[in-house]
């Protein structure tokens, strides 16, 4: 852990960029009914739009996290805010749904480069006794994005049109440019060897899986082209990520992903709850909004004013758990908060009628904020405490890709479930191709006489992101109590001298579980 005397503006900065990914990910979804008026084009290409940008970052995320100890994660971080803003312009200078569609692939990477570098900065310059409230600002900024991405999306759109949504981020990329270049410090890099097999046999192995499970729907779980089929891509996916796993156990050079990392209990089953995170995050949004705007009519502003009390309550406590994580053990708060999650998500499936008033829904909002504040700074903190600084990187980039693939997956099961679910309680629907969008072409149109029916399958659909998150509760209650580390020890004594001394081939600190 490096001796740096003014972490706090360094991560602040870091935020501003951090934030601007966040807010990239929730603002689009507003604009899609716009941007396929205003480019001419179809629900399928538009739907491209997210998915491509949802690839490009998760693929490289492996990659990018151990470039960041290779080169520096304050380079890699600058780099990444580059590519990211630029691709932000060219984005609202797209002609064409092609034209944005690759634009938003050079989004993605840039997105990839810069959220691995933003927690391994964290590990490095926070010593772990005060690392719980750097991971509760970084829960915060999670939180006040869900509020700020939806509403500036509609207010963008409405007064001034779908490309603002991407324009905004040039001036916001430029400020946290700036202050980043100024106010990070240039860590010590850590010599690594190159792992060509592995880096090949994950981005293959998680572009395979991710474009399986993420354009499932689209090809109908069926046959894309010729002899190939979505099942094949993820079977293919799966195989040969089991062969990277194989390869890093016998690779006896210096593998992408260190394995010795998850012989950590906390690391291990760290990564497990964030995945369960993104799953029901990304899986339970989407019945929501099609309810508010389907059954009750709302628009998209409103819609996401709906979740006020969830951004509030997330945005104004996750700072307070962050301290409080520092003085007991994590598991506590992570596992009640997760609890408390899935009894809101329960909650919110009960009240999906089409005659509930609708200000009941802001009572599990503001239940699903105070369980927000109280997960995401736990769970990283409990991943990160064990890591050694010239590991960093691949430990984080090894957390946010589990996040990112229980996004997809939440992503990709809530659609399939809501497709089924529409597809029973609304059997009057002429053929199947209505269900199967998920209730997208019924949007402000929907008949009166099937609005009972489509609130009962978004109620039912929300049923599976609450049962997930029950998992991430029951896993969060075997964390491990953190003990002090060797490069980091509770007032930071000692820790610059350890993390000079540490051997090279350090996986972790102390006995597994430790």
């Known amino acids: ?59 490289p995320l492996l990659i990018t996290g151990r470039l960041g100890d290779r080169f520096g994660p304050k380079r890699l971080y600058l780099s990444g805010l580059v590519v990211f803003t630029l691709a932000s312009l060219w984005c609202g200078l797209a002609g064409d749904i092609q034209m944005l569609i690759i634009a938003r692939v050079a989004q993605g ?25 750097a991971m509760g600002l970084w829960g915060a900024t999670a939180g006040v994005a869900t509020l700020v991405g939806p509403i500036l999306g509609g207010v963008l759109v409405d007064s001034l049109g779908w490309e603002w949504i991407f324009f905004i981020n040039v001036p916001i990329g430029i400020v946290g440019f700036l ?3 100024r106010l990070v410090p240039s860590l010590q890099t850590h010599s690594h060897s190159f792992d060509i097999p592995g880096v090949v046999l994950s981005a293959v192995g998680m572009f395979l899986l991710v474009f399986g499970i993420q354009e499932g729907n689209t090809y109908d779980w069926g046959t894309i082209t010729g002899p ?24 006896k050079g210096e593998p992408l992903v260190p394995l010795a990392l998850f012989r950590d209990r906390n690391f291990s089953l760290a990564n497990i709850g964030i995945t369960t995170v993104g799953f029901s995050i990304t899986a339970m949004s989407l019945p929501l909004i099609f309810y508010y705007q389907t059954v009750r009519g709302l628009t998209p502003t409103q819609s996401a004013l709906m979740m006020v ?94 996040r990112q693939v ?4 939440g992503s990709a099961a809530i659609a399939a479930l809501m497709q089924s679910r529409l597809s029973e309680e609304l059997p009057k629907m002429p053929g199947s191709a209505g269900a199967s969008s998920g209730g997208a072409e019924f949007s402000g149109t929907l008949p009166e006489a099937l609005h009972a029916g489509f609130s009962t399958a978004m109620g039912q659909s929300i049923l599976l992101p609450a049962a997930v998150i029950v998992l991430g509760a029951a896993v969060a209650l075997f964390f491990a109590k953190p003990q002090p580390t060797a490069w980091g020890r509770p007032g930071g004594a000692g820790a610059e001298t350890a993390a000079r001394t540490e051997p090279a081939d350090t996986p972790a600190a102390g006995p597994a579980g430790a």
């Open 1 to 59: 852990m490096e001796n740096v005397t003014r972490p706090w503006p360094a991560l602040w900065s870091l935020v501003i960029g951090f934030f601007m990914i966040l807010i990239d990910t929730t603002i689009v979804s507003v604009a899609n009914p716009r941007i396929m008026e205003g480019l001419n084009t179809d629900i399928n290409a538009v739907i491209w739009v997210t998915s491509a940008y949802l690839l490009a970052y998760a693929v």
């Open 109 to 133: 990477l840039g997105a990839a480069l810069m959220t691995p570098q933003t927690m391994a900065v964290i590990t490095r310059i926070f010593p772990p006794d005060r690392r719980g409230a």
């Open 179 to 181: 202050l980043a270049w």
């Open 228 to 251: 190939i089929s979505v099942w094949g891509l993820i079977i293919a996916g799966i195989v040969i990520l089991v062969l990277f796993v194989v390869w890093q156990a016998v690779n």
């Open 309 to 402: 009390p969830m951004a509030v309550l997330s945005g104004a406590l996750a700072p307070v758990m962050g301290r409080i994580i520092d003085r007991v053990n994590p598991k506590f708060i992570a596992s009640g908060a997760l609890l408390l999650m899935s009894v809101s998500l329960f909650w919110n499936a009960s009240l999906i009628r089409p005659d509930t008033a609708l200000w009941l829904f802001l009572l599990p909002s503001a239940l699903l904020g105070l369980a927000n504040a109280g997960i995401w700074a736990p769970l990283s903190t409990t991943a990160t405490r064990n890591l050694p600084p010239r590991q960093a990187g691949a430990g984080a980039g090894i957390y946010n890709t589990t």
């Open 406 to 409: 229980g996004a997809v997956l």
